[in-house]
């Protein structure tokens, strides 16, 4: 049973860049048929994705979030990571990892991470 | 983008009612339509995808039903595990989006 762990600051500052990294476990970041996402929620609030990435390192992004997000792979620690440039308080929220699956009769997130509350703040 | 609206917003129910949420799609998404069920401070967890089929694992109490702009889910016999938040989300195209929620609450 794969397992995904989200690691990564609690507090960020206005204007600064987030970094999450999300550990893989019982399965590869590299396997075919799995995209490897990021999402958040804000608190209280519905879900949002923010973008993902292949194994080929294909990368599909939200395009609410313009040119501020990037996700990359690193396939020999199996993780994959998040960064967002420019926060505001708005990207105050809990971010997940999680695994899409793409194939068959199946096209969804079929595992997620615990999350990862980050709060914007001076 | 695909708007995704959920009704009801919130919804009090007793153990044993059956229960039905919908989910509606701003276009037609085929059967893209995915639910979810998300519990206070825990990750989302997937219940149904493609509209109507039940994940590994997920009690048979829950369905689901519809294809093109119209989606139901039915949990056939409330459990006291079922009180929970759930969320529609379509996989039709990119930017993946999900419904506001729906609160369900006991009664």
């Known amino acids: ?113 615990q999350g990862n509350l980050v709060t914007v703040s001076s | 983008d695909i708007q995704m609206t959920q009704s009801p917003s919130s919804l009090s129910a007793s153990v044993g009612d059956r229960v039905t949420i919908s989910c509606r799609a701003s276009q037609s998404i085929s059967s893209f339509l995915n639910w979810y069920q998300q519990k206070p401070g825990k990750a989302p967890k997937l219940l149904i995808y493609t509209a109507s089929r039940l994940e590994s694992g997920v009690p048979s109490r829950f369905s689901g039903s519809g294809s093109g702009t119209d989606f139901t889910l039915t949990i056939s016999s409330l459990q006291p595990e079922d009180f929970a938040t759930y969320y529609c989300q379509q996989s039709h195209s990119i930017p993946y989006t999900f419904g506001q929620g729906t609160n369900l609450e006991i009664k």
């Not at chain 1, 994705?49 to 996700?71: D, E």
């Open chain 1, 1 to 113: 049973q794969v397992q995904l762990q989200e690691s990564g600051p609690g507090l960020v500052k206005p204007s600064e860049t987030l970094s999450l990294t999300c550990t893989v476990s019982g399965g590869s970041v590299s396997s075919d048929n799995y995209f490897w996402t990021w999402i958040r929620q804000p608190p209280g609030k519905g879900l949002e994705w923010l973008g993902y990435i292949y194994n080929s390192g294909n990368t599909y992004y939200n395009p609410s979030l313009k040119s501020r997000v990037t996700v990359s792979v690193e396939a020999s620690k199996n993780q994959f990571s998040l960064k967002l440039t420019s926060l505001t308080a708005a990207d105050t929220a809990v971010y997940y990892c999680a695994r899409y699956y793409s194939g068959g009769n199946k096209y969804c997130f079929d595992s997620w991470g």
